[in-house]
């Protein structure tokens, strides 16, 4: 039996008397690869930064049994993009030492490459955070989140503005991880293949919680008709298992 | 012997040369280039007010800064209106009641500093608060910049970024406040923006740009003194165009070679 770790129960969140997420309940245990779907505007960011303490204007209750090593890859941060900060820099924020920032030791930099070097994008490290393209923000968003360790990692659709080949990759990677560092993720997706073939549990969300269990059983085109209305269908995907997507 | 007679000028001028700029980096980092002159403007009531109680100006001013400070980032935590809209608002109307409480010679000597009568006491706060800044903005710098470039992230690593976002807005009030008695509400942010705008044009680190910023911010400081003291014109505005002419030579130098640190 696995440990819960996380404990959502009755979450509501309105803004402006408009309900956002609607009397949401579920548990996150050790080793889930748990994914939330539902369309635009369903809540699924919301859902994220409820239970990561980003967002407090909620009732209902977040119930953090464990406190493990957590990171956080986000669908995107606002910055001025003329501002002058590296991709090392920008890992720096986060590692090491206060010291360190000044100047980095050897071992430093070491860890900062290979996690670059995991997602394809090393030869980022001294590029200026401002000048990458939407894909190499996400890879090095991902990058950074695989630092110092987590063994608990939300991911916000971490795979958008990601060209295919590398989203393979870095879904790869994140199952490699999964496996050798007995992680635990959730993961905001809409490519409902990879939620087939990589989560665990599966959760789908709009407003209110509209199915959950494991995806084999809940992803089924009646839920998804449900969820995503007259434009979700079922598929045969390429590979040699069976998936399912959304077709318009 | 115009370098002795102008001693206190000259500490107060190299200290807050070197030290308000560091500020600016993280003003701007923050979107908030708006926010120290608005402050600025928000500080007149403070000596309007120590006027009007017939309190040590300097000790009212340091006061006023603090709660101007503490006030800004709750109304800001607690409302959704925006920052610039905050201060905006008080801006506008400190700026009413200050010049109906501030007579009118005395008003235009707090729009543009007073140097005429600096006292030690003036020049140990300037350096002591100088040295307060840039101790605890590069003593805990990569905090300072995690929260401010990306709060979400940074509050997931477990810092608290409210607390820094405090500190931050204390430390710009308290900057804000000991720049006035230089260069005076009008010019204060300058001392703060330029040098760290004209840092930013070439570096590519924010490391670099925060020594850049220094460095620049102390080259304006020592030429614009250099300047008012051999011209005999008043030193705050000279030293805000030295920065200005800096910004300006490193804007036309950058243009032409593309040098970047």
């Known amino acids: 039996m696995a440990e819960k770790l996380i404990s959502v129960s009755n979450l509501n969140v309105s803004f402006d008397g408009k309900a956002v997420l609607d009397d949401v309940t579920f548990d996150i245990e050790s080793g889930d690869i748990l994914a939330v779907i539902g369309p635009n505007g369903a809540g699924k960011t919301l859902l994220l930064k409820s239970i990561l303490g980003l967002n407090k204007n909620y009732s209902g209750e977040v119930v953090w049994h464990q406190r493990p090593e957590t990171s956080y890859v986000p669908q995107k941060i606002n910055f001025d993009k003329d501002f002058p900060l590296t991709v090392k820099e920008f890992f720096l924020l986060e590692i090491g030492g206060r010291s360190s920032f000044w100047l980095p030791t050897p071992d430093i930099v070491g860890e900062i490459k290979k996690r670059l070097q995991e997602v394809k994008a090393a030869h980022l490290i001294n590029e200026r955070l401002g000048t990458l393209s939407q894909g190499e923000m996400q890879r090095v968003l991902i990058a950074r989140s695989l630092l110092e360790n987590p063994k608990l990692i939300f991911f916000d659709e971490p795979a958008s503005g990601i060209d295919v080949g590398t989203e393979e990759t870095v879904y790869n990677l994140l199952h490699e991880l999964y496996l050798k560092n007995n992680l635990t993720m959730v993961l905001v997706s809409h490519e409902l293949n990879i939620v087939y073939r990589f989560a665990t549990k599966v959760i789908c969300l709009n407003k209110n919680l509209i199915c959950q269990g494991l995806p084999s059983e809940v992803l089924n085109p009646q839920t998804l008709h449900k969820i995503f209305g007259h434009h979700a269908g079922v598929y045969k995907h390429e590979h040699k298992e069976q998936g399912l997507g959304v077709s318009d | ?261």
Do not use: C
């Not at chain 2, 235009?108 to 300037?126: H, K, M, Y």
């Not at chain 2, 710009?172 to 005076?184: E, T």
């Not at chain 2, 005999?232 to 036309?252: K, M, N, W």
């Open chain 2, 1 to 261: 012997m115009i370098l002795f007679d102008n001693l206190n000028l000259i500490i107060m001028g190299l200290a807050l040369g070197l030290s308000l700029p560091l500020i600016g980096v993280f003003v701007i980092l923050r979107k908030q280039a708006l926010l120290s002159d608005a402050l600025a403007h928000v500080l007149l009531l403070g000596i309007a007010l120590s006027l009007a109680l017939k309190i040590n100006a300097a000790a009212g001013l340091f006061i006023f800064a603090l709660a101007a400070g503490v006030a800004i980032f709750f109304i800001k935590d607690k409302s959704r209106v925006n920052l610039d809209a905050v201060v905006g608002v008080f801006f506008t109307a400190s700026l009413a009641v200050s010049s109906l409480l501030i007579p009118s010679e005395e008003l235009l000597e707090t729009f543009l500093g007073n140097l005429e009568n600096i006292g030690r006491g003036d020049v140990a706060v300037s350096v002591v608060l100088a040295g307060f800044i840039i101790v605890a903005l590069l003593g805990r710098f990569r905090e300072f910049a995690f929260a401010a470039f990306a709060p979400d992230l940074a509050q997931v690593d477990r810092l608290k970024v409210k607390k820094y976002e405090l500190a931050f807005m204390l430390i710009l009030a308290l900057g804000v406040a000991v720049g006035i008695k230089l260069v005076g509400t009008l010019l204060v942010s300058a001392l703060i923006i330029v040098p760290a705008a004209s840092a930013k044009i070439f570096s590519r680190q924010i490391r670099a740009m925060a020594v850049w910023s220094m460095l620049l911010g102390l080259a304006s400081a020592i030429t614009g003194l250099i300047y008012s003291l051999k011209l005999a014109t008043p030193p705050g505005p000279t030293i805000i165009l030295a920065g200005s002419a800096l910004f300006f030579l490193v804007f036309i130098f950058h243009s032409l070679f593309k040098i970047h640190s």
